[in-house]
């Protein structure tokens, strides 16, 4: 059933394996190195060229075509323009999530099977589902379900979350069952060890070498304003612009006691509302109102009814999950109460919803609900921070 994939190529070691790997099982493949960003820093060089010339080699010594498909258009139209309407407001995205929503899971699913001819399509993401790496699996009458990858730590499920069960069920993970350093050593052993000495890509893709705040600036025009401790009222400092700060971030205040964390930004007075200490009661709360959820599969039992569903909550993919309940109103969108408070859960992220291995998907957040404030705040909110 499952004969021609388009694997998508990075240049990088995980999709380099995942290749390698449908090869050898026998699959008919095509390489697809998707261009979605013009990238030149100040030196004039080009990463994205870089990867190219690495995706192109890779394809040659496999014996495999290799496509570039442009997805720049498209990218800024989906991705980046949303991305900066945040930032302008105060928001902090996540384009990772958006980028594998609307362009991986969407423009190159769709040009993959309609264009190039494909059958499925794969990535070297550390995911897995139901249907197996290989689709092996498959079955026309069941539902696919994203899976947690056995590496906690390169587990990318939280990205994934937004993403269609359309695109899912037609969507190979050659590697997610596999840890980082096995896929390292299999390349090594497969004669790949370019690949797995290449320094691994870190951070928002479009950025590159520069700073995010001198990336940013270039793009947000700078608006002053000030820092106002929410505890007195009074100013203790000015900043260059909301979108240089997200919540929960330490703010750069001379002359204070305590060093002072964003606590919320207000877009009207261009205010941004600070506390001093890493665990001020503010920062932390047990509620989280979102916006209407994107699910692949939605948890079982939930409905606008009012009835609560329990699973497993996350808004930043390397903390660990915390229960949660969870209920969905007459908008669609979501309540979620925490079993335990966490700190400087951010508008603009995403929550996202497990319960044992399973993703259910994701909703963007609206706003934290009420802070916790402890009557034994020192011990309380050591326990808290600590987890």
């Known amino acids: 059933m499952f004969r021609r994939v388009v694997v998508g190529i990075s240049g990088g070691v995980d999709s380099a394996v995942s290749a390698y790997l449908l090869k050898k099982r026998g699959f008919e493949v095509c390489g697809a190195f998707m261009k979605n960003w013009d990238l030149i820093d100040e030196s004039g060089y080009c990463s994205g060229e870089q990867d190219f010339e690495d995706a192109q080699r890779l394809c040659r010594t496999l014996n495999i075509p290799l496509e570039e498909i442009n997805f720049v258009k ?23 999530i958006l980028c594998n929503r609307h362009i991986k899971f969407n423009r190159f699913f769709h040009h993959a099977r309609e264009r190039l001819g494909a059958d499925a399509i794969a990535t070297g993401h550390y995911a897995r589902t139901n249907f197996g790496p290989f689709l092996e699996r498959y079955n026309e009458n069941e539902k696919v379900r994203l899976l947690m990858a056995p590496d906690p730590i390169k587990d990318q499920t939280f990205f994934l979350s937004q993403i269609s069960a359309e695109a899912l069920r037609r969507t190979m993970f050659p590697i997610g069952a ?7 050593r299999l390349a090594i052993e497969v004669g790949l060890e370019a690949y797995a000495r290449k320094k691994e890509s870190m951070g928002i893709c479009f950025v590159g070498k520069r700073s995010f705040q001198q990336f940013i600036g270039e793009y947000i025009e700078t608006q ?3 820092f106002v401790d929410v505890d007195s009222g009074r100013e203790v400092g000015q900043h260059a612009g909301l979108h240089h700060w997200t919540v929960g971030q330490k703010c750069k205040i001379g002359g204070c006691q305590q060093p002072y964390y964003v606590l919320r930004k207000h877009r009207a007075s261009n205010v941004i509302e600070v ?10 709360t047990d509620m989280v109102y979102t916006e209407r959820p994107v699910w692949i599969n939605a948890p079982p039992g939930l409905s606008s009814e009012g009835r609560v569903v329990r699973c497993e909550f996350r808004f930043q993919h390397t903390k660990p999950l915390v229960g949660c309940s969870v209920i969905e109103t007459h908008g669609r969108q979501l309540f979620v109460k925490l079993d335990r408070p966490l700190r400087a859960i951010t508008p603009g992220q995403y929550a996202v919803f497990y319960r044992n291995e399973e993703c ?17 705040a020192g011990v309380s909110l050591k326990r808290e921070a600590s987890g």
């Open 74 to 96: 498209d990218y800024w139209v989906e991705v980046f323009g949303n991305f900066l309407k945040d930032y302008e407001a105060g928001i902090t995205p996540n384009p990772d």
């Open 360 to 376: 259910f998907g994701s909703a963007r957040i609206l706003q934290p609900g009420p802070s916790i404030v402890y009557s034994a």
């Open 224 to 226: 002053p304003g000030l």
């Open 178 to 184: 596999l840890t980082k350093p096995q896929v390292k």
């Open 275 to 284: 506390a001093a200490g890493h665990d001020h009661p503010l920062l932390y």
